[in-house]
């Protein structure tokens, strides 16, 4: 069941009007539904059950914030951060630093050491250098470190060219054919425990066959690497499961990509290890906008929304679809261009399309939201941090403050040499 529905007639999260959270809060507003985040975290975790022993990471990066975390940390999840930041936040939701794997291709000897303080599970190495430095660091605090060695595929993810990160030309991961003697030297190191590989090709994945080929290709570098006499008994797949953002497309299910692992890593005979961010995220949000002008265009009419592409990037960045829909939608239709007010051509969410006929001051969402949306935000154009909302049954609280330009302004200064 989809947690953002009519309601007569007019559209809900969960039981909350959102057009009184519109009231309260003022819009532009990101709007998160608690069923649905929790049905997804469910999903996902059935779903692997068929692979058996599994620890699940969610990645933060798909949707921080503290509230989500701590709904997701409830549901059993640990985490899988790529920076310092979002290992604190991690660790204020109340995730133990044991249950979270810290993936990212520039993590600063900082970072490093700081993960190391805390207790981290994982580190998810990607140059060998990395954990050269890693090593050092954890023997010098008389630890060791648990780490796996991602590696490089070279496989085509087959999704957007901004998303894909498993093909060589990629930065991410090591060569896979150079794996086993990076992993062979490292393993050597006092400081770090060599337990794995991890691996993670692409984002927004419609289709199993590239997941199955690279996981096919870490199930030989593991028989590479113990016929070398070395232990490994963890292994990261990664994220990387697409959903529908147009109504009508099919996508993969979380079962049918956990019966593929099964049957692929059935003789592996070690912990498996995912980092699901937008299968869970995705459409547990939506991004509350009201149209503010809806302006006389050359073929089509343009909708201008108080929503921006500082607000929702992913239009302007990747030409992503967000599907569009009037919150008390009349029956009427109509074609039109949908654009934010941010004073570039790149701002707009859409052109020619088909959506719920709107006028001015009317409230609309864009919907599939919940993942990559907030937290890809900016303030470009001097506008607010845009706010964010959970709701749970009939309650809403407001998760994230909308950040004021005043606010942000305060942080700037003027040099003395300039004042005069
Ligand atoms: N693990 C690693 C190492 C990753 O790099 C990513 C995503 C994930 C897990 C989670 O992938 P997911 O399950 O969400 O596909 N901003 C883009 C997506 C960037 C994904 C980056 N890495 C977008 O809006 O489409």
Redesign the pocket.
Known sequence: MDHFSLIDGAMHCEGVPLSVIAEQVGTPVYIYSTAMFERHARAFRDGMAAAGNVHLAY?I??NPNLAVLRLLAKAGYGA?V?SGGELARALAAGIPAADVVF?GVGKTEGELSTALDVGLGQF?LELEEEGVVLAGLAAAKGMIADAVLRVNPDVDAGT?A??S?GKAENKFGVPIDQAPAIFARLAALPGLAMRGVAI?IG???NDLAPLEAAYTRVGELIAEIRGMGLPVDRVDL?????VPYRAGEVFPSPAELGAMVARVTRAWGVRLMF?????IAGNAGVLLTKVIWVKPGVTNPYVIVDAAMNDLA?PA??D?WHDFAAVRPTGARMTANIAGPVCESGDTFAMGRDIDAVARGDLAVFRTAG??GAT?ASTYNSRALVPEVLVDGDRFAVVADRILPETILAAERIPDWLKA
Do not use: C, F, W
């Open positions: 990645a990066k798909a899988d790529v993936s998810n957007h901004k998303i990160t993670h984002s927004q994945l990664g994220g990387g499961l697409g980092e699901p961010g937008r299968v992913r960045l990747y992503a993942a990559y890809m």
